[in-house]
């Protein structure tokens, strides 16, 4: 690729060269007379060299890497930088940072929803990004201050069992989910950052009394609990839980692997509020980076044509850039009934973690 940078480079040099020398014999040409002398040799091009080290970047990811791993390979590839990856759970990953403080190795943190980005962000740990970054993204999918953005959107969704219910037996909330009705029906994974992302959601939209009505609700409603969102979707098209609370993508992954014969679908509660939430996963630059220029580079390639076909396309999320269709399967994200909230207001994890460990939903 270097050896093709520098031909191209040289083949440039030289045409603007070539184009020069004609102009300014054209100009000559039309007041003096035609000169008598042998016209000068044409310079040779001048050859420039690329850089043969392009440098090194540290990503901190809280997003797996099953999901990401590809595409962050695939800017390693394209740029020649040398990418070093640390995977997490996206609380996990932002702790690590708060606690190494200064002397974070990490350039970009990666995260998997807004509450992990804002509490780095809180800690004055992250660089303001330039505008040639943040214009890349509509408003709602950022930080207001440019601290970070989003990279992919996701929805938080109702994956339910095809056999046991249809759409028209789905509640228009999910606070309807709280009657006994549901009892040993669902599912839910309170460790995961997208859930919790969601009580967060609850907690500005409907306030601490309701957010507490809720989860007590659901508790008493002795779901099964998951680690993840995968084996939700799993439980749900095998018939252990009718519901299940997660991401929408995770189902989409199923059918490509199983077909359309697979078990379960998803919904979008049709009254809105934080059960039709649309989260982004966005990232930030740490203040304290030594490979700036490759962060901002990371930024503009998970932003670009490339980086965002492949959310669509390979994780069935929903792209954030104007030009890139939304998969085909997919609900658009204008039909989807979420609601209004800042996702710089879902910041508050601690207060989220501390309420869920109050109820004993968390240890």
């Known amino acids: 690729m270097r050896t093709l940078w520098k031909e ?13 020398t004609a102009a300014c014999g054209s100009e000559s040409e039309s007041t003096q007379p035609a000169p008598t002398t042998r016209p000068a040799p044409t310079p040779e091009p001048q050859i420039i060299e690329v850089p043969s080290d392009p440098g090194s970047l540290v990503v901190y ?39 190494e403080g200064s002397n974070s190795p990490a350039d970009v943190f990666f995260a998997q929803d807004p509450g992990g980005l804002g509490a780095v962000a809180q800690a004055g740990m992250f660089s303001i990004l330039p505008s ?23 929805a938080r969704t109702l994956v339910y069992n095809t056999d ?43 306030g601490e009394e309701k957010t507490t009505e809720w989860l007590q609700g659901i508790k008493a409603n002795e779901p099964g609990i998951y680690p993840k969102n995968t084996p939700q979707v799993a439980a749900a098209a095998a018939g ?3 519901i299940g609370l997660v991401n929408h993508y995770y189902l989409h992954r199923f059918l490509q692997e199983e077909g359309d014969a697979f078990g379960a679908r998803n919904y979008h509660p049709t ?21 700036h220029e490759n962060a901002e580079k990371f930024l503009k390639f ?9 959310f669509a396309g390979q994780t069935y999320e929903y792209p954030l850039v104007e030009g ?40």
């Open 132 to 154: 040639d970054v943040t214009g890349l993204v509509p408003d709602w999918a950022q930080s207001p201050t440019g601290l970070w953005i989003g990279i992919s959107g996701r």
């Open 61 to 99: 990811s809280g997003r797996s890497e099953s999901l990401v791993g590809p595409i962050i390979e695939q800017f390693r590839e394209v740029t020649g930088i040398d990418v070093s990856t640390k995977y997490g759970g996206t609380g996990a990953i932002a702790a690590t940072i708060l606690e």
């Open 302 to 310: 998970m932003l670009s044509t490339v980086g965002q076909q492949y």
């Open 8 to 20: 191209m480079i040289t083949y440039s040099l030289a045409a603007l060269v070539l184009v020069a």
């Open 240 to 242: 252990e839980i009718d």
């Open 164 to 206: 046991s219910l249809t759409e028209e037996d789905l509640p228009a909330s999910i606070f309807d989910l709280t009657d006994p009705k549901w009892k040993g029906r669902l599912g839910w994974a309170p460790t995961n950052g997208s859930f919790q992302a969601m009580v967060t959601a609850m907690r500005v939209l409907w």
């Open 271 to 291: 009254a809105g509020g934080p059960g039709s939430l649309v989260l982004v996963a966005g990232a930030g630059i740490l203040k304290t980076s030594q490979n």
């Open 324 to 363: 890139v269709k939304t998969n085909r399967l997919l609900m658009p994200i204008d039909e989807i009934n979420k609601p209004d909230v800042d996702m710089a207001d879902l910041a508050d994890l601690e207060g989220t973690q501390s309420l869920l460990r109050e109820l004993g939903i968390l240890e």
